[in-house]
């Protein structure tokens, strides 16, 4: 008998791969190795300016389903964190239902950073769905649920040539209005808290506003009124 011997083939390890627009090849879309941790991936923030939330709110009031749009932005980058600041909400043909959304042409939103809403509360988490579809295929991906928490995902590029999904931030920008910081600086003075005081040896202890049920030192105010 004559036994043959073998080497055992090694598995090829199935690694995720992400596909993901690719800025430097408009129109072209990329693979990436997502990588699964690094020290070196870039704290993210989106930044929604006061009017596109307000289109987010009106979304969210009008409809009981889910529903997707698209984000466009201006992006800054610095060593240690990427900043994506919208510009506007773009909205494509879709058929939703209370847990799914179905694009009819999702080419609108190549290259831009997805938004949908989980139509319940506290509905921030991202699904197994939304990880595999939406998540990876643009820059940033945001879940909204229908009391206005966020939660945000976002593709960054790593030193060693990988993408990495990272969690990040959801900032509501708000206009500056000049004319009301005036306003407030001239009459804030204006408004002065009651203080209410009670005599002890050597002095007199100024008492917080007994009208008010936070946290106190109480043990601090009653050993000074009894000195």
Not at 202 to 221: E, V
Request: charged letters at 30%; glycine letters at 6%; one cysteine or more.
């Amino acid at each position: 008998m004559v036994i043959e011997m073998t080497k055992k083939k090694k598995k090829k390890k199935r690694v995720r791969k992400i596909g993901f627009y690719d800025e430097k090849k408009r129109y072209e879309w990329s693979d990436y190795f997502i990588a699964t941790s690094c020290p070196h991936a870039k704290y993210v923030t989106v930044v929604l300016p006061e009017p596109i939330l307000e289109k987010i709110k009106k979304l969210i009031n009008s409809f009981s389903t889910e529903w997707l749009g698209y984000l466009s932005f201006e992006k800054e980058e610095n060593e240690d964190e990427i900043v994506f600041r919208c510009t506007d909400l773009l909205i494509p043909e879709q058929e939703v239902t209370y847990a799914d959304v179905n694009v009819k042409d999702s080419s609108l939103g190549v290259g831009k950073g997805a938004i949908h809403c989980h139509p319940w509360k506290h509905g921030t988490s991202h699904s197994k769905t939304d990880e595999d579809y939406v998540d990876v295929n643009h820059p940033f991906s945001i879940v909204v649920s229908k009391d206005l928490e966020f939660s945000v995902k976002a593709v960054v590029d790593l030193p060693c040539g990988s993408r990495m999904l990272v969690e990040g931030e959801v900032e509501v920008e708000h206009p500056s209005n000049p004319e009301l910081d005036k306003w407030f600086n001239q009459i804030k003075s204006k408004i002065k808290e009651k203080k209410y005081t009670l005599p002890y040896k050597g002095g007199a202890y100024t008492l917080p506003n007994p009208y008010y049920s936070g946290p106190y030192d109480w043990g601090s105010i009653y050993g000074r009124l009894r000195e």
